[in-house]
């Protein structure tokens, strides 16, 4: 792997950005919005009860979480969908760079994203509503692995369909998160769905996140082996995804679709 290359298509993601500002809308915009509108609901909950329950201490850490793992995966579409907006697609993959370089430098920059977005949601999380996601301590380690390897694994994924499928593909990848957003447990625990629907839970990462985040706020337990499971299937996950990638784009490549999918967007 040649790392001046990887360096290259994150370079390019940063010079799309610096001389068209309107794309910081969609890096912070969202996520600041969902974080303003999350801390006054959790805040007027708070006001309201009277069991003890602080939803602020809860709901908001897992909203500022999810939204992290949005971002990861929308922060590398995006990067993907830039060069097929631009048809540059044929540009790149008829140049020596090789796809595993390609696909480094977008995972590289959806990171660097993530994480200037991460940031503005801790830093209004804690300026309006004194939120702070550090009482986790060591815990937060896990809790953003966990987020961070299966928001790359959904990235690559969706990236794949879209590559295959092209340009109409773009409507299944922006909403598959939001699919599995009832299931994670982000607003409530796994317990409160049917018990039908609770092994889906259990093949998903991130509600490992929000089960060990409710366990070590409210009872100061958390599962160890829980969190390994969750670490592992994310894993498990991303290697999945990888190689789905590298089949899509064999096939994109012996049936001749990306100059298909270049002209779909002339």
């Known amino acids: 792997m040649d790392f001046r290359r990887v360096y290259a298509i994150f370079l390019r993601q940063i010079f799309l950005i610096r001389n068209n500002k309107t794309r910081l ?4 915009m969202w996520i600041s919005i969902d974080t303003i509108l999350w801390g006054f609901i959790t805040n007027y909950l708070d006001s309201m009860g009277h069991s003890g329950f602080s939803f602020s201490t809860t709901v908001l850490g897992a909203v500022v979480l999810w939204n992290f793992l949005i971002r990861i995966q929308q922060g ?3 990067s993907f969908f830039e060069d097929m907006w631009s048809c540059n697609l044929l540009n790149l ?3 020596p760079l ?3 370089e390609y696909l480094s430098g977008l995972v590289i920059s959806s990171l660097a994203t993530s994480i200037a977005g991460l940031s503005v949601m801790l830093f209004i999380a804690w300026g309006m509503f004194l939120y702070n ?4 301590g060591v815990l937060l380690v896990p809790f953003l692995g966990i987020m961070l390897v299966f928001g790359f694994a959904l990235g690559i994924f969706t990236t794949a369909l879209v590559l295959r499928f092209g340009p ?3 409507w299944i990848a922006w909403i598959i ?6 299931f994670t447990g982000i607003f409530y625990p796994i317990s409160a769905l049917p018990k039908i629907l ?5 093949i998903l990462p991130p509600s490992y996140v929000f089960e060990g985040m409710r366990g070590a706020l409210l009872s100061g337990k958390f599962s160890v082996s829980h969190l390994i499971a969750g670490i592992s299937i994310a894993f498990v996950y991303l290697i999945i995804s990888c190689l789905f990638f590298l089949y899509i784009y064999r096939i994109v490549l012996r049936k001749g679709l990306i100059a298909r999918l270049t002209a779909e967007n002339l």
Do not use: G
């Open 177 to 182: 998160p939001f699919v599995l957003d009832p």
């Open 93 to 95: 993959f008829a140049s």
């Open 133 to 136: 996601i550090f009482q986790f």
């Open 25 to 28: 809308v969609n890096i912070f």
């Open 198 to 202: 609770q092994p889906i839970s259990a």
């Open 168 to 170: 109409p593909a773009e």
């Open 98 to 100: 090789r796809i595993r």
């Open 76 to 78: 590398l579409m995006l």
